[in-house]
Nanobody
Framework: QEQLVETGGGLVQAGESLRLSCAASGRAANVFNVVKMGWFRQAPGKEREFVAALTWNGGSTLYADSEKGRFTISRDNAKRTVYLQINSLKPEDTAVYFC???????????????????WGQGTQVTVSS
């Protein structure tokens, strides 16, 4: 069974930092080292939006323009885990954050949720002002 599990969310004050983790198990773990991984978020009443993505070895990354500088995506293939570091959190960062796997071969990093075939359940991040 494919599975991605996000952890690390919570209630924080504006200006603080969080590191979200996404661990793969089952089939997702078996292919983790060769797939691209991404993070998305969905705020209440809004559509899911792209945050960041990286290649199988972390050698190439892609960020939403609005997130450059405060968000850092990384991965540890030995642990089958991808991370999202968020610094200087703002109330508008409040959302459910999802990790997802893109197993399309030979394609570039994608900002489109439809290109990601496996998703976690999400972790809630709430930023108070």
């Amino acid at each position: 069974q494919e599975q991605l599990v996000e952890t690390g969310g919570g209630l924080v004050q504006a200006g603080e930092s969080l590191r979200l983790s996404c661990a793969a198990s089952g089939r997702a773990a078996n292919v983790f080292n060769v797939v691209k991984m991404g993070w998305f978020r969905q705020a209440p009443g809004k559509e899911r939006e792209f945050v960041a993505a990286l290649t199988w070895n972390g050698g190439s990354t892609l960020y939403a323009d609005s997130e450059k500088g405060r968000f850092t995506i990384s991965r540890d293939n030995a642990k089958r885990t991808v991370y999202l570091q968020i610094n200087s959190l703002k109330p508008e960062d409040t959302a459910v954050y999802f990790c997802a796997a893109d197993d399309r071969l030979g394609r570039s990093l994608s900002t489109q949720s439809g290109d990601y075939g496996t998703w976690g359940q999400g972790t809630q991040v709430t930023v108070s002002s």
